[in-house]
């Protein structure tokens, strides 16, 4: 299986994203955000032995999230600038549209089956976001205590 090509397109995907909603302070971040995108999309094709796009969906936000975290400590900006846009690969936009067309088409078993399979991907991906922002500010909160600044 390659995983290069696809990882490609979703750099290629998540620097059109960034140019479009204008995130460009500094070309560093635009390539970097871009590149957590392409991080999060190979993790989640490695993990497809699992068979399971919930699961695959929630190992590569965790990637993410942690890269998004580690690159705003390191260039000083925004976890959330690395975050919004290494999620564009991961969100579940075909399962949105088909829970939609199921809907507007009166097809409601496939709607709700589309709807809860696409809810569990979206599930995933905050819970994911969540763990990881959670034990950030954490382990924030230990080493202030732990050096005496407390606040």
């Not at 999060?40 to 993410?64: E, H, M, R």
């Not at 942690?66 to 690969?89: D, F, H, N, Q, W």
């Not at 969540?130 to 382990?139: A, H, I, N």
């Amino acid at each position: 299986m390659n995983i290069l090509l696809p990882c490609l397109y979703s750099f290629i995907g998540c620097i059109g994203y960034c140019l479009s909603f204008n995130i460009r302070p500094r070309k560093q971040m635009l390539l970097l955000s871009s590149a957590g995108g392409a991080l999060g999309w190979c993790v989640y094709l490695l993990c497809g032995g699992i068979k399971n796009d919930i699961i695959q969906s929630f190992f590569a936000i965790i990637v993410v999230a942690v890269y998004s975290e580690i690159m705003a400590r390191l260039y000083k900006a925004p976890a959330t600038v690395y975050l919004v846009v290494g999620l564009i690969p991961l969100v579940p936009g075909g399962g949105i549209y088909y829970t939609m067309e199921y809907c507007i088409n009166g097809d409601m078993m496939n709607f709700m089956n589309t709807g809860i399979h696409t809810f569990g991907i979206a599930g995933a991906l905050s819970i994911g976001i969540l763990l990881v922002s959670g034990g950030v500010r954490l382990l924030n909160v230990v080493g202030r205590l732990r050096r005496g600044d407390v606040r």
